[in-house]
């Protein structure tokens, strides 16, 4: 659910166009912030 509405409202490219700027803390923003999501995505699908 979450990643449908992430998709729809222009998320996930807004992090994709973040990535490709490079810089280092960036990417590790980009990167907790895709675990934090598959986390809840996780808890989510076993409850």
């Known amino acids: 659910k979450l990643q449908t509405k992430l998709r729809s409202e222009g998320g996930i490219r807004a992090l ?16 907790r912030g895709i675990a934090n999501f598959a986390k809840c995505e996780s808890r989510a699908v076993s409850q």
């Open 16 to 31: 994709l166009g973040m990535v490709r700027c490079g810089h280092p803390d960036v990417l590790a923003q980009v990167a």
